[in-house]
């Protein structure tokens, strides 16, 4: 059964920085890519950053290249997202993505 759990989300003020992580089970988590997305209420999902099955590529919208890092641990089944000078315009539940399936979400939320 795959299985995705995201962790670390919680309330910073702009400027600051989260890492968010994904716990992956159930599948090859070395030979599938991993994604990001988020979603604020009211607004599709958005895709934020996505990681090849060995690490050596990555994606990322717009909005979040230079500030946000993808990354993954292959050994351990995480994939990880460093979000560096948030903004509040970055607030949204953040889902991990991959082999179909999605996570449960984990709330980021970015205000003074």
């Known amino acids: 059964q795959v299985r995705l759990v995201e962790s670390g989300g919680g309330l910073v003020q702009p400027g600051e920085s989260l890492r968010l992580s994904c716990q992956a089970s159930g599948f090859t988590f070395g030979l599938t890519r991993m994604n990001w997305y988020r979603q604020t209420p009211g607004k599709e999902r958005e895709f934020v950053a996505q990681?090849?099955?060995?690490?050596?590529?990555?994606d990322y919208a717009e909005s979040v290249k230079g500030r946000f890092t993808i990354s993954r641990d292959n050994a351990n089944k995480l994939v990880y997202l460093q979000m560096n000078s948030l903004k509040p315009e970055d607030s949204a539940v953040y889902y991990c993505h991959g082999r179909g399936a999605w996570g449960q979400g984990t709330q980021v939320t970015v205000s003074s």
């Open positions: 990681i090849d099955r060995f690490g050596a590529d990555t």
